[in-house]
């Protein structure tokens, strides 16, 4: 191995998004990237190392490798929300930092309405280098206004996702364009929603909240990935994180090949759900 400078935290990051803008296929410096994994030619710093282990999996996404990735930020007793949807914050800023390099590495950030109706967020990459991915929000029934600021502030190209026809040419809703996609009784199949999105070139998807959200494209075996950060919070009741289909044996429940990582006070649990 190189016994030159050490890559620290800054040069890893701008690596990995120097990876992620070329082709799947580009040969790679002094670090490899390659099937998902990383291999160093070069002294690697602890901060460094946990970044590449954390994101080396979403710069090489292409048709033949989509990746799919779910977050939920959430208390010890698996709460991501008081019950009026109040989620500001649970996780601490090393957290929040982390979902801006998610979006700066992927495609795609998806939400549903309730992420949208009760957090208003702008899901875009803002203190970390990067580029803001397609902002896409899953809204089957049409309850969100155009008044939204994914909506309105015009600072990433957004897609609105609805049920039923969008009509002749290309609807918008504020700023946003308005995508159709036929309804069952629990809303949309995920495998429909990134259908749609791989249709567009968009293969490294991030699914960010909230709950239910979550839960779905987690149910339908779409994801990849399930990221799951606990903060040293209590908040004995509101909403829950992740929710599923009765079970009657606990040998019936998932039980995930898992990183930890630390950040900050929090606790990420980074989930391999294709081990």
Known sequence: MDTGPEIGAETA??????AKASPPDAPDGAIIFEDGSWSAQCRVSDAARQMFDLYATLCRSC??????????????DGR????G????YVTGEPNRLHLQRMR????AVVVGAST????DPLLTVRDVEGISPVRVIVDPRGRLSAGRAVFKDGAAETILVRGGETGRGRARH???EVAALPMGGAGFDPADVLGLLHGRGLYAVFVEGGGVTVSSFLATGVLDRLQIAVAPL??????PGITLPVIDDLAEGLRPRTTVFRMGEDVLFDCDLRA
């Open 13 to 18: 990051w701008r690596m990995l998004l120097a």
């Open 63 to 76: 048709p033949a490798r989509p990746i799919t990735i779910g977050h939920l930020g959430q208390s010890l």
């Open 80 to 83: 991501i929300a008081t019950e």
């Open 85 to 88: 949807g109040g989620s500001h």
């Open 104 to 107: 700066a590495l992927c495609d």
């Open 116 to 119: 949208v109706a009760h957090d």
């Open 174 to 176: 504020g700023k946003a």
């Open 234 to 239: 209590i908040v004995g009741s509101g909403r």
